[in-house]
């Protein structure tokens, strides 16, 4: 009876997604659309910890104005001019998780906390950042050897609100610029800078087995380490559905649409506006039901202008300690 009651509990919530594995790989900011999996934005009824350990990797163009793939990136209009990239980017990335779910409820909600560090090479972030920093048209790679400690990413506030067949969250997470950051080094892991993540999320489920997610959340950026630049806020809607197996196995897709807020600002401000789609698809198996399992999921951006965007691929594994 208690490995029944486990596995319903666990399955409200589980596969712990590869979280923010992707993130940071993709374009400006810290956060990525589609970084969860529809059921990972909600704390679940039990609680302990999750611990996980995950491999990222991305394969990254970037886009322009009209939506093409392109060699140049425009830094200003007038006067006209623009830098040679030469080079995609591929990213490889390490990438621990722990959380907590809490005892009790807050505010009449359960309520978790989460600990993301990253150790990758340089992403499709910084050589975005690397090459508008450039005064002189260039023809550089992006150095992919390098490999460290990225950003941080802690999430201390997550509050989940769940009655009947509806379920709806909070949570605020921020970046803390860990990574190694020094201006216009191409082989910079950090962004060097903070980024503050406000997140809304609602789910619908009919029944146990079929799950309907949608979340919003905001991103709001400090200024960059040692330049006059801000990087713009970013909105992104995030969406997906989940069909959940009777041991806790589950399959699902997921789909978002992020855009620029605002425009950048200092030296370094970025013109164009961008903006960015994706879709996905994940699935988890557990080796051991409601303790150990591992999961793997695929994204591929369209709608992409001025930002990198391409195609990416997760797998980790999860042990759960939770009662």
Same mark, same amino acid.
């Given at each position: 009876?208690?490995t029944?009651?486990?596995?319903?509990?666990?399955?409200?919530?589980?596969?712990?997604?590869?979280?923010?594995?992707? #993130?940071?790989?993709?374009?400006q900011?810290?956060?990525?659309?589609?970084?969860?999996?529809?059921?990972?934005?909600?704390?679940?009824?039990?609680?302990?910890? #999750?611990?996980?350990?995950?491999?990222?990797? /991305?394969?990254?163009?970037?886009?322009?104005?009209?939506?093409?793939?392109?060699?140049?990136?425009?830094?200003?209009e007038?006067?006209?001019?623009? #830098?040679?990239?030469?080079?995609?980017?591929?990213?490889?990335?390490?990438?621990?998780? /722990?959380?907590?779910?809490?005892?009790?409820k807050?505010?009449?909600?359960?309520?978790?906390?989460? /600990?993301?560090?990253?150790?990758n090479?340089?992403?499709?972030?910084?050589?975005?950042?690397?090459?508008?920093?450039q005064?002189?048209?260039?023809?550089?790679?992006?150095?992919?050897?390098?490999?460290?400690?990225?950003?941080?990413?802690?999430?201390? #506030?997550?509050?989940?609100?769940?009655?009947?067949?509806?379920?709806?969250?909070?949570?605020?997470?921020?970046?803390?610029?860990?990574?190694?950051?020094?201006?216009?080094?191409?082989?910079?892991i950090?962004?060097?800078?903070?980024?503050?993540?406000?997140?809304?999320?609602?789910?619908?489920?009919?029944?146990?087995?079929?799950?309907?997610?949608?979340?919003?959340?905001?991103?709001?950026?400090?200024?960059?380490?040692?330049?006059d630049?801000?990087?713009?806020?970013?909105?992104?809607?995030?969406?997906?559905?989940?069909?959940?197996?009777?041991?806790?196995?589950?399959?699902?897709?997921?789909?978002?649409?992020?855009?620029?807020?605002?425009?950048?600002?200092?030296?370094?401000?970025?013109?164009?506006?961008?903006?960015?789609?994706?879709?996905?698809?994940?699935?988890?198996?557990?080796?051991?039901?409601?303790?150990?399992?591992t999961?793997?999921?695929?994204?591929?951006?369209?709608?992409?202008?001025?930002?990198?965007?391409?195609?990416?691929?997760?797998?980790?594994?999860?042990?759960?300690?939770?009662?």
């Open positions: 009876m208690q029944k009651i486990t596995s319903i509990n666990i399955r409200f919530w589980l596969p712990v997604c590869l979280f923010l594995a992707s #993130v940071n790989l993709h374009g900011g810290h956060y990525l659309g589609s970084s969860y999996n529809p059921n990972d934005y909600f704390v679940p009824p039990s609680s302990g910890w #999750v611990v996980s350990l995950y491999y990222s990797y /991305a394969q990254l163009e970037y886009f322009n104005d009209s939506g093409d793939k392109t060699d140049k990136i425009q830094i200003s007038n006067p006209p001019f623009s #830098v040679e990239l030469g080079q995609k980017v591929k990213t490889n990335s390490i990438i621990p998780m /722990a959380i907590y779910f809490g005892k009790g807050i505010l009449n909600a359960r309520w978790g906390v989460l /600990a993301l560090p990253m150790f090479n340089p992403n499709a972030n910084i050589a975005l950042d690397f090459y508008i920093g005064d002189t048209t260039i023809n550089e790679n992006i150095n992919i050897n390098s490999f460290g400690l990225g950003d941080f990413y802690f999430q201390p #506030v997550w509050l989940t609100w769940e009655k009947n067949k509806w379920a709806a969250t909070f949570s605020y997470g921020f970046w803390l610029p860990t990574g190694k950051y020094e201006t216009n080094d191409p082989e910079n950090g962004l060097g800078y903070w980024s503050h993540n406000f997140r809304v999320a609602g789910r619908y489920k009919p029944n146990a087995t079929y799950g309907f997610t949608g979340a919003a959340t905001v991103e709001l950026n400090s200024s960059q380490d040692g330049v630049f801000t990087e713009a806020s970013h909105f992104t809607f995030d969406y997906g559905a989940s069909y959940t197996f009777t041991m806790g196995h589950e399959v699902g897709f997921m789909g978002f649409a992020a855009f620029q807020l605002g425009s950048d600002t200092g030296e370094k401000a970025f013109p164009p506006k961008d903006q960015i789609y994706g879709l996905g698809a994940y699935g988890s198996y557990y080796f051991i039901p409601g303790r150990l399992g999961l793997a999921r695929f994204t591929h951006n369209f709608g992409v202008k001025n930002r990198y965007g391409g195609l990416g691929f997760q797998i980790g594994i999860n042990y759960l300690l939770l009662k």
